[in-house]
């Protein structure tokens, strides 16, 4: 059992003024504690945050996070409260607990691989600071040491989790040797006859392997030496598990795993590569086929290096990498990073450098004489653009930043996200705005007969349920502008003694419905309930241009005029696809007027809305429904608009200001007046002009009144 001077004094070999009184205190508290407490194999339960401490310190952390190491299961073993925690020790160490005590209570349930990945991120995310996860990993390692006191299914199971998701994690942050032992203990319980057989026959034991390769590194550096070149050589011999990774992946045995003992040599420039290659073949006999150039022809990763296995010393074969310093910080850190090689996938670059820049954390924490200044540079969000939640079967799923229980329910299923009506996250009901954090645990509740609002396209973030809701709503618009078009059709067709019914069966409608480009009758209805087709346009394919002229100008004699004579507004003042006879009204959200750009959306029952293009409405609005419109130059129409005019209150002022709109040949069809304590007018007028030149020209003429201060146009 390691001793509480043993930690002190690994913390103060690399700390020159650690606080150590801290360490002392934390050691004291974490005895009281968890006092009486003993783990499965008998030991008082003080010995595992010691063996933690202790690994903490092997990594020449700081004093916060070796402190965190003993405190580690103080808030989920014992009575401790956070808040307790964060008044003895600071709010620092009350933060790790917190954040490594989170992390403890999720647990990995599914094997597949996908799931293991987004487990291993919601970890990353999960941990703000990295010293959550290297607590963590320390926890995990010396759990996994004592694993053979729990039950055979805990093993497995505990086991299981370390391999997908610690040992991996462990491998990204460059920490080989715990990665390595958390594979070779992994592999230990859950293969254990494949684990035993295979130790058997790497006949040497660890020591003799490491002494075989300090001879062979022994045997290189004095060739290097003798021919005069300036390099490095490192060995080591490979653990259990990746020894049986390869024979799996290879389908061979192990006889046929020729590099059992790897040696790495770099050296200054490639022509120093090309030479030790020389040298390592005249000392040792290389094996045929086993040499690798990967200088000459690098990786698509950009990985480079000479590989060659040889018969070494005693006829053992090893496998030999030579390689330039810099050809070692691109495989170490760059592009080829040594975690993504290992576990065979394709790299994000994004994710690459981000792990690259957290292994170099590591080294410089190694370098910093001062911890406490290190450490103040490691709180970092690892995925800020994603959310992982758990699904109650305990699923990960991952989201992007900001998503909702809505999103979540889609990812489910389809129908799922449909009728849902709202959501519990830990067991809490919440609303469908809210934001999902990760580890949430989320459940969708349902009802049969509810269904997806517009309003959800504004707080959805995901993709596929953005997607699903539109689909949704484009295809119920559909099925009610059929019903719309239906019955505007027989209501117009009546006028003209025509029968809808009869012009289905003949297929004289689906004849119309073809000219105009649409597949069939419902296309043709549907076209005309949203607007884009108007009755006159059906009628003009199927009645003789007299009949139709005549009744058109009755109904303009007796309707058309009255309508033109009460509201004094044309919509002709837009044409679509060159044509003019379509319902029309403009957005009161941003009142365009000629001139303005524009943009218009095909509206339910309502025929086309024109917004101006900037209008924020008109951006959030469903693309697939916008349609191309410009305006009538041959027509002109008076369009409102809103203008904000800021004065001093003055007396006439706002008399000065009607008649500079009046002298303009502009209508005010209605105006808000106030005035403020300190004396000023605010005053909002809707004012009726033609074009963006004619607003223009009303605006400058309020400008010129003795008095105003500012003038806008209002666009909401």
């Known amino acids: 059992m390691i001793r509480l001077n043993d930690i002190l004094d690994k913390v103060g070999s690399y700390n020159p003024a650690p606080d150590l009184d801290l360490v002392r205190k934390a050691y004291v508290y974490c005895a009281k504690v968890h006092q009486g407490q003993t783990r499965l194999s008998g030991e008082p339960y ?10 903490l310190a092997d990594l020449r952390l700081d004093v916060p996070t070796v402190v965190t190491g003993l405190l580690h299961d103080t808030i989920e073993d014992t009575l401790t409260t956070r808040e307790e925690l964060e008044g003895l020790f600071g709010a620092e160490v009350a933060n790790l607990v917190d954040g490594v005590t989170k992390i403890s209570k999720i647990h990995f349930k599914t094997k597949e691989e996908s799931q293991a990945e987004n487990f291993r991120k919601m970890l990353l995310a999960m941990a703000n600071d990295i010293r959550v996860i290297l607590v963590k990993l320390a926890d995990r390692l010396h759990n996994m040491r004592t694993l053979q006191y729990q039950p055979e299914p805990k093993q497995r199971s505990i086991a299981r989790e370390t391999l997908d998701i610690y040992a991996p994690i462990a491998n990204r942050l460059g920490i080989s040797w715990i ?45 290097l030496v003798e021919h005069d070149i300036k390099g490095e050589v490192f060995g080591r011999s490979k653990h259990l598990y990746s020894i049986w990774r390869k024979m799996q992946s290879r389908s061979v045995d192990i006889d046929q795993i020729y590099d059992l003992i790897a040696i790495r040599v770099m050296v200054n420039d490639i022509r120093e590569c090309y030479e030790v290659l020389g040298l390592i073949h005249s000392t040792w006999k290389p094996i045929p086929g086993r040499f690798k150039d990967y200088i000459a022809m690098p990786k698509g990763n950009m990985y480079q290096s000479l590989h060659t296995t040889v018969i070494g010393p005693h006829g053992e074969r090893m496998e030999v990498q030579i390689r330039t310093y810099d050809m070692h910080g691109v ?50 969000e690892l995925f800020p653009e994603e959310v992982y939640v758990f699904t109650p079967n305990g699923d990960v799923k991952s989201f992007p930043k900001g998503s909702t229980p809505i999103d979540f329910a889609y990812t489910i299923h389809t129908d799922l996200g449909h009728r849902c009506v709202g959501a519990k996250v830990n067991g809490k009901l919440v609303p469908l705005k809210y934001e999902l954090k990760n580890g949430d645990i989320v459940e969708v509740i349902t009802s049969p007969h509810h269904t997806p609002s517009k309003d959800w396209l504004k707080i959805v973030r995901s993709s596929r349920a953005r997607n699903k809701i539109r689909a949704w709503i484009k295809t119920e618009e559909r099925v009610r502008s059929i019903s719309l078009g239906k019955e505007i059709m027989e209501k117009e067709f009546r006028r003209f003694s025509l029968n809808l019914g009869k012009l289905q069966k003949t297929g004289e409608l689906k004849r119309v419905a073809t000219e105009f480009g ?38 303009e004699s007796r309707i058309g005029k009255a309508i033109s004579k009460l509201t004094g507004k044309s919509t002709s003042a837009i044409q679509i696809g060159g044509v003019d006879d379509v319902l029309v009204r403009f957005g009161k959200c941003c009142n365009p007027v000629p001139g303005d750009e524009i943009v218009g959306f095909i509206t339910r029952g309502r025929g086309v809305t024109v917004h101006t293009a900037d209008c924020p409405i008109a951006l959030e609005n469903d693309p697939e429904r916008r349609i191309a419109v410009d305006w009538n130059r041959e027509r002109k129409a008076a369009l409102p608009v809103k203008i904000k005019v800021s004065c001093h209150d003055q007396k006439g002022i706002l008399a000065n200001i009607t008649l500079a709109i009046t002298n303009c040949e ?51």
């Open 46 to 55: 003080l010995v595992h945050p010691m063996e933690v401490a202790g690994l």
């Open 518 to 555: 649409y597949v069939g009758d419902d296309d043709l209805m549907a076209a005309v309930g949203y607007g884009k087709l108007s009755c006159n346009q059906v009628l003009g394919k199927l009645l003789p241009e007299e009949k139709l002229a005549e009744k058109q100008e009755l109904k």
């Open 666 to 716: 502009a209508n005010i069809s209605s105006a808000s007046i106030q005035s403020t304590v300190d004396r000023r007018g605010v005053n909002i007028f809707e004012v009726d002009v033609t074009s963006l030149e004619h607003l223009t020209r009303v605006m400058n003429n309020i400008m010129k009144v003795s008095g105003v201060t500012h003038v806008e146009r209002m666009k909401s």
């Open 331 to 380: 495989a170490e850190a760059g592009i080829a990073a040594h975690w993504k090689y290992k576990e065979g996938k394709g790299y994000d670059e994004k994710e690459v450098k981000r792990f690259a820049w957290l292994r170099q954390l590591l080294e410089w924490q190694q370098e910093l004489q001062d911890s406490h200044e290190f450490m103040s540079t490691v709180k970092v």
């Open 179 to 223: 990665k390595s032992e958390l594979e070779d203990l992994s592999f230990r319980y859950l293969e254990p006859q494949i684990y035993y057989d295979l130790a058997s026959k790497v006949t040497k034991k660890k020591k003799e392997r490491e002494s075989y390769v300090d001879e062979v590194r022994k045997i290189i550096v004095d060739k």
